[in-house]
């Protein structure tokens, strides 16, 4: 008998709101059911041989259970929410809207636990941009509730090359990590996460040292 592999997340202990409003969308979207059992995993979304996981951060949990998918022959699609626009209740009960922003190369926080995944056939990562609803915390519960409005925008990634697209588009073709954070103005870790990712991924290549930093050059764009 196979054993499920049950987690905190999965007996919905900690699964968030926003987190089932989005397994109904995709649930909807592409004519799937939620919480299936397969494999000895529970499936956020399963619809024919296709699956999609939900997954805000932490990618590094799902990567065992994603490898045992794409072994099994099924196509893995992990959708990463990006908050675009949150929607909520200031203190005087007025309804407001801010739209958040976030550098593009975001995604790389996460995609620096799978570059090896992402060369395999039938996976790929859909990054989401959405709009959310957040309620006021009542008096007797101090935990806000965040639910889905609506999608803003995706953008899939099925291949290492699509990470290109990620990219400012005057970052060098030779380039190192302090490019990338003078470029895109992001911190020394994310810009190392994103070098990391790209080399590991095989579509950057490590060609030397400039200023006593690994210098990185692209292989196609």
Not at 19 to 26: P, Q
Not at 113 to 121: A, E, F
Request: with cysteine; aromatic share 8%.
């Amino acid at each position: 008998m196979t054993r499920t592999r049950y987690t905190a997340d999965m007996m919905g202990l900690r699964e968030s709101n926003l987190h089932r409003d989005l397994k109904s969308y995709y649930a909807y979207c592409h004519r799937g059911v939620i919480e299936e059992e397969l494999c000895g995993y529970k499936i956020d979304v399963l619809a024919g041989r296709e699956i999609y996981e939900i997954q805000t951060k932490g990618f590094y949990r799902i990567r065992e259970k994603i490898e045992d998918l794409l072994d099994e022959g099924y196509s893995v699609c992990v959708v990463y929410p990006v908050q675009g626009i949150l929607e909520y209740e200031d203190s005087a009960g007025r309804r407001r809207k801010r739209r958040k922003k976030h550098s593009p190369l975001k995604p790389f926080d996460e995609l620096v636990y799978i570059p090896n995944l992402l060369k395999r056939d039938g996976m790929q990562v859909e990054i989401v941009d959405l709009h959310e609803r957040r309620t006021r915390k009542s008096k007797r519960n101090r935990v806000r509730k965040t639910r889905l409005v609506g999608v803003l925008g995706r953008r899939t990634i099925s291949s290492p090359s699509d990470m290109l697209s990620l990219l400012p588009p005057d970052i060098p073709s030779k380039f190192t990590t302090r490019d990338i954070r003078e470029v895109a103005n992001v911190g020394k870790r994310l810009a190392g996460k994103v070098a990391y990712t790209l080399y590991h991924a095989g579509v950057a290549s490590k060609i030397g040292h400039k200023n006593r930093y690994n210098l990185y050059e692209l292989d196609s764009r």
